[in-house]
């Protein structure tokens, strides 16, 4: 991705790919992600965003990994201001575990992901993906967020 907080960098292929997963115009559903964005308000600095990621396992291609299942996937995210700025972005590898029976229904259905960035007061919009590693599958999401001036 072209942004990492401010400074610019050449982009890998992983990188390249998800740039085009987030950017999509039309939402990946191949695999099913949903986004939650909640602020914070930190007087004196700024307002932080949290965006939550929900990421359902039925989606992903598992394999054994130290004898568990496990999935890898390639997320990223991008928060835009209102005149379609990146301000800031994460890109990175997860593996998901598939959880054990004891957990509650819910809990065996979905992962989740947490990232966060301090803004000033504005409009933005939130953008994620998500690919599976093994499957090629993708996922994406997008939500918009009107932090007020502080």
């Given at each position: 991705?072209?942004?990492?907080?401010?400074?610019?960098?050449?982009?890998?292929?992983?990188?390249?790919?998800?740039?085009?997963?987030?950017?999509?115009?039309?939402?990946?559903?191949?695999?099913?992600?949903r986004l939650h964005?909640?602020?914070?308000?930190?007087?004196?600095?700024?307002?932080?965003?949290?965006?939550?990621?929900?990421?359902?396992?039925?989606?992903?291609?598992?394999?054994?990994?130290?004898?568990?299942?496990?999935?890898?996937?390639?997320?990223?995210?991008?928060?835009?201001?209102?005149?379609?700025?990146?301000?800031?972005?994460?890109?990175?590898?997860?593996?998901?575990?598939?959880?054990?029976?004891n957990g509650s229904?819910?809990?065996?259905?979905?992962?989740?992901?947490?990232?966060?960035?301090?803004?000033?007061?504005?409009?933005?919009?939130?953008?994620?993906?998500?690919?599976?590693?093994?499957?090629?599958?993708?996922?994406?999401?997008?939500?918009?967020?009107?932090?007020?001036?502080?």
């Amino acid at each position: 991705l072209t942004i990492k907080g401010k400074g610019e960098k050449n982009l890998s292929e992983s990188e390249n790919e998800m740039r085009r997963v987030i950017d999509t115009p039309v939402a990946q559903r191949e695999i099913t992600a949903r986004l939650h964005v909640s602020l914070t308000p930190m007087p004196g600095v700024g307002t932080k965003v949290l965006a939550t990621v929900e990421i359902d396992r039925q989606g992903l291609a598992f394999d054994l990994f130290d004898g568990k299942p496990a999935a890898d996937v390639d997320i990223g995210g991008i928060l835009y201001d209102d005149k379609g700025k990146p301000i800031n972005s994460i890109v990175g590898r997860l593996r998901i575990l598939q959880r054990s029976s004891n957990g509650s229904a819910t809990q065996q259905k979905r992962s989740i992901y947490r990232f966060s960035t301090l803004v000033p007061g504005g409009l933005y919009q939130v953008r994620v993906g998500i690919r599976d590693l093994k499957s090629s599958r993708m996922g994406s999401a997008v939500d918009w967020i009107t932090v007020p001036k502080i």
